[in-house]
């Protein structure tokens, strides 16, 4: 059969290039449910509680694997270390099983999935959270939700017929699954922010903070830790101050940040702005505003968000700018949605503010402190 069309433009190399390039786009899903297994396998804490170090065979030892796997194991592992999560080393070729040769490692990203979350600034929860079943499936309505402008404002409700955040309120598993994704997600921030000191510079001569949607007081106890002369507060909605530990290192307050925001000389709002419109955001930075004093005094908002396309972050490697790009159509799933600078600016102008600081040092996200 003769080729036809635009087929003639382009050389056998680009074409088969191409079908590679598709073949990974449209099985990237296989990647995602590839790391999901080997979390849910505890595949890097073994590699990490065996020195670092482990062959095949010792791996399906550590986790129990039934001999009959070993085999698909293998296959796993092969998608997990092309794809960077694991490193491999010592591959011989003549060893085709693979099991005694092969030596799998920790890159920097499965050393993040190390433990279980409770006691480290490791992300093995929050991944989970990402990959999860109630916000993986509507996205395969995303093309009937484009054309039909009568649909939900999200394709979540659309596929699951109401809310994320309605179905969290009824549903205690998803609810735990989304904090615990969150905790894991603030440890990590807290982690990197007291590393940096143009991070830390931000909690300069703050007497008081109010974490907005703070959850069970993760960065807000952290914070009072690295800086005892801090008093801090978390608000958050009736049924997570509920389950929040009553240890008094922090004050927990049930309420809403739309209605009133406990008066602090500082308003802490991560991970919160990218799961609201434009208007509602302006709503909040009202609050924010009534609750804080004056610039002169110190007032401001502390916002952990990403910053699309700032100048300022222009020198991201290609990573992070696709991270952001995936993270920016992920939140569409719920109808959030990152901003670029200029996006930022019209609503901070719009709520009354007068000046703001991006201060780049969270990799893909940055800390924005606005001021009254």
């Known amino acids: 059969m003769a080729l036809t069309g635009d087929y003639k433009l382009i050389s056998t190399d680009d074409m088969l290039q191409g079908h590679a ?19 849910e396998l505890g595949i890097p804490g073994a590699i990490h509680g065996h020195g670092g170090g482990a062959t095949l065979g010792e791996l399906a030892t550590i986790i129990a694997l039934p001999p009959s796997r070993l085999p698909r194991l293998r296959r796993l592992m092969r998608v997990l270390t092309v794809s960077g999560v694991f490193s491999v080393q010592n591959q011989q070729p003549d060893d085709p099983a693979g099991c005694a040769a092969v030596v799998y490692g920790l890159t920097a990203a499965s050393r993040l999935l190390v433990g279980d979350g409770e006691a480290s600034s490791g992300l093995p929860r929050l991944v989970s959270l990402m990959v999860d079943p109630n916000l993986t499936a509507p996205f395969s309505g995303m093309s009937a939700w484009f054309m039909d402008d009568e649909q939900p404002r999200s394709f979540f409700e659309m596929h699951h017929g109401e809310d994320m955040w309605e179905m969290a309120a009824r549903d205690a598993a998803l609810s735990r699954t989304i904090g615990d994704g969150m905790t894991d ?53 009736p049924h997570v101050v509920a389950e929040a530990p009553a240890d008094g290192e922090v004050r927990f307050i049930a309420g809403d940040m739309f209605e009133h925001i406990p008066p602090a000389d500082a308003v802490l709002l991560k991970s919160v702005m990218h799961d609201w419109r434009d208007d509602e955001c302006v709503k909040i930075l009202r609050r924010c505003k009534e609750a804080i004093p004056s610039r002169e005094a110190g007032g401001k908002v502390i916002i952990i968000n990403m910053v699309v396309g700032s100048e300022k ?33 019209k609503i901070f102008l719009e709520a009354g503010f007068s000046g703001y600081n991006i201060i780049p040092v969270l990799g893909t996200r940055s800390i924005i402190e606005v001021y009254p």
Not at 21 to 39: D, N, P, R, T
Not at 217 to 226: D, F, S, V
Not at 317 to 329: F, H, I, P
Request: glycine residues 10%; hydrophobic residues 45%.
């Open 313 to 345: 972050s222009k020198g991201n490697s290609t990573k992070k700018e696709e991270a952001q790009a995936l993270y920016d159509l992920f939140l569409m799933v719920f109808e959030g949605g990152e901003r670029e600078e200029h996006e930022w600016e």
């Open 185 to 237: 997600d603030s440890r990590f921030v807290v982690e990197v922010l007291l590393r940096e000191g143009r991070a830390r510079d931000v909690f300069s001569g703050v007497r008081s903070m109010v974490d907005v949607g703070g959850g069970t007081g993760t960065i807000a106890k952290a914070i009072a830790a690295a800086f005892p002369h801090v008093e801090c507060s978390v608000l958050d909605l």
């Open 21 to 39: 390039e598709l073949c990974i786009h449209a099985y990237g899903f296989v990647k995602s449910m590839a790391l999901k297994c080997a979390i």
